[in-house]
Protein backbone atom coordinates (compact mmCIF):
# COMPACT_ATOMS: atom_id res chain seq x y z
CA UNK A 1 0.00 0.00 0.00
CA UNK A 2 0.84 3.77 -1.19
CA UNK A 3 1.18 6.50 1.68
CA UNK A 4 0.50 9.21 -0.95
CA UNK A 5 -0.52 9.43 -4.40
CA UNK A 6 0.02 6.78 -6.88
CA UNK A 7 2.49 8.32 -9.61
CA UNK A 8 3.70 6.08 -12.39
CA UNK A 9 7.24 5.38 -13.51
CA UNK A 10 6.50 5.79 -17.81
CA UNK A 11 7.75 9.40 -18.39
CA UNK A 12 5.92 9.42 -22.14
CA UNK A 13 4.76 12.57 -22.26
CA UNK A 14 2.03 11.31 -24.26
CA UNK A 15 0.37 9.68 -21.97
CA UNK A 16 -0.23 12.59 -19.16
CA UNK A 17 -2.57 15.38 -19.62
CA UNK A 18 -2.56 18.59 -17.79
CA UNK A 19 -6.08 18.75 -15.76
CA UNK A 20 -5.90 21.86 -13.62
CA UNK A 21 -3.26 24.62 -12.57
CA UNK A 22 -1.31 24.04 -9.00
CA UNK A 23 -3.08 27.17 -8.04
CA UNK A 24 -6.58 26.13 -8.62
CA UNK A 25 -6.03 23.58 -5.83
CA UNK A 26 -5.16 26.57 -3.80
CA UNK A 27 -9.19 27.45 -3.84
CA UNK A 28 -10.68 24.67 -3.98
CA UNK A 29 -9.70 21.21 -2.27
CA UNK A 30 -11.58 19.20 -4.78
CA UNK A 31 -11.67 19.53 -8.73
CA UNK A 32 -13.54 17.99 -11.03
CA UNK A 33 -11.84 17.39 -14.13
CA UNK A 34 -12.41 14.87 -17.33
CA UNK A 35 -9.65 12.63 -18.46
CA UNK A 36 -10.52 10.27 -21.46
CA UNK A 37 -14.00 10.56 -21.37
CA UNK A 38 -14.36 9.87 -17.41
CA UNK A 39 -14.91 12.10 -14.75
CA UNK A 40 -11.69 12.69 -12.43
CA UNK A 41 -11.68 14.05 -9.30
CA UNK A 42 -8.22 16.16 -8.20
CA UNK A 43 -8.22 15.98 -4.62
CA UNK A 44 -6.22 18.16 -2.25
CA UNK A 45 -4.97 16.91 1.53
CA UNK A 46 -2.84 18.90 2.66
CA UNK A 47 0.37 19.09 0.74
CA UNK A 48 -0.62 15.85 -1.40
CA UNK A 49 -2.63 15.49 -4.26
CA UNK A 50 -4.54 12.59 -5.39
CA UNK A 51 -6.56 11.40 -8.62
CA UNK A 52 -9.61 9.45 -8.08
CA UNK A 53 -13.03 8.83 -9.72
CA UNK A 54 -15.67 11.28 -9.49
CA UNK A 55 -18.77 8.72 -8.96
CA UNK A 56 -19.35 7.11 -5.93
CA UNK A 57 -18.85 3.08 -6.51
CA UNK A 58 -21.38 2.09 -3.87
CA UNK A 59 -24.42 4.01 -4.79
CA UNK A 60 -22.48 6.92 -7.92
CA UNK A 61 -23.12 9.18 -5.92
CA UNK A 62 -21.09 12.40 -7.10
CA UNK A 63 -17.59 12.62 -4.78
CA UNK A 64 -16.88 16.19 -5.46
CA UNK A 65 -19.96 16.92 -3.06
CA UNK A 66 -18.14 15.20 0.00
CA UNK A 67 -15.73 16.55 1.56
CA UNK A 68 -11.76 15.70 2.63
CA UNK A 69 -10.38 15.06 6.35
CA UNK A 70 -7.68 13.30 6.91
CA UNK A 71 -6.92 11.69 3.97
CA UNK A 72 -10.29 10.63 3.61
CA UNK A 73 -12.66 11.77 1.05
CA UNK A 74 -16.68 11.45 2.85
CA UNK A 75 -19.55 10.74 0.26
CA UNK A 76 -22.18 13.35 0.42
CA UNK A 77 -24.64 10.59 -0.04
CA UNK A 78 -23.73 7.73 2.52
CA UNK A 79 -21.40 9.02 4.82
CA UNK A 80 -18.88 5.86 4.11
CA UNK A 81 -15.62 7.48 3.08
CA UNK A 82 -12.85 6.36 1.05
CA UNK A 83 -8.92 6.36 1.80
CA UNK A 84 -7.24 8.53 -0.28
CA UNK A 85 -3.43 6.70 -0.18
CA UNK A 86 -4.83 3.17 -1.08
CA UNK A 87 -8.70 3.73 -1.79
CA UNK A 88 -9.99 1.41 0.68
CA UNK A 89 -13.95 1.95 1.35
CA UNK A 90 -14.36 2.55 5.37
CA UNK A 91 -15.74 -0.73 7.62
CA UNK A 92 -19.39 -2.40 6.69
CA UNK A 93 -20.19 -1.26 3.81
CA UNK A 94 -20.59 -3.57 0.65
CA UNK A 95 -18.49 -2.15 -2.43
CA UNK A 96 -15.03 -2.19 -4.03
CA UNK A 97 -12.71 0.57 -2.83
CA UNK A 98 -12.33 4.01 -4.95
CA UNK A 99 -10.51 3.94 -8.17
CA UNK A 100 -6.94 6.01 -8.19
CA UNK A 101 -5.31 7.55 -10.45
CA UNK A 102 -1.30 8.27 -10.89
CA UNK A 103 -1.06 12.18 -10.83
CA UNK A 104 2.05 14.34 -9.97
CA UNK A 105 3.05 18.37 -10.41
CA UNK A 106 5.19 19.81 -12.91
CA UNK A 107 5.75 23.88 -14.19
CA UNK A 108 2.63 24.56 -11.81
CA UNK A 109 0.05 22.19 -13.15
CA UNK A 110 -1.16 19.13 -12.15
CA UNK A 111 -0.79 15.79 -14.36
CA UNK A 112 -2.92 12.46 -14.73
CA UNK A 113 -1.75 9.35 -16.69
CA UNK A 114 -4.60 9.03 -19.25
CA UNK A 115 -3.61 6.00 -19.93
CA UNK A 116 -4.89 5.14 -16.42
CA UNK A 117 -8.09 5.64 -16.78
CA UNK A 118 -10.06 3.68 -19.05
CA UNK A 119 -13.77 2.58 -18.94
CA UNK A 120 -14.90 -0.29 -16.67
Same mark, same amino acid.
Given at each position: MS *?????? *? *? *???? $???????R? $????QTIVCVNVAGLGVLIVQDGETIYACERACPHEQADLSLGRVADRRLHCPRHLAWFDLADGSMSPG??? #??? #? $?YPVRESDAQIWVDAQAVVPT
Open positions: *DGPILA *D *D *DNPA $RWVAVCSE $RLTEWPS #RGL #R $R
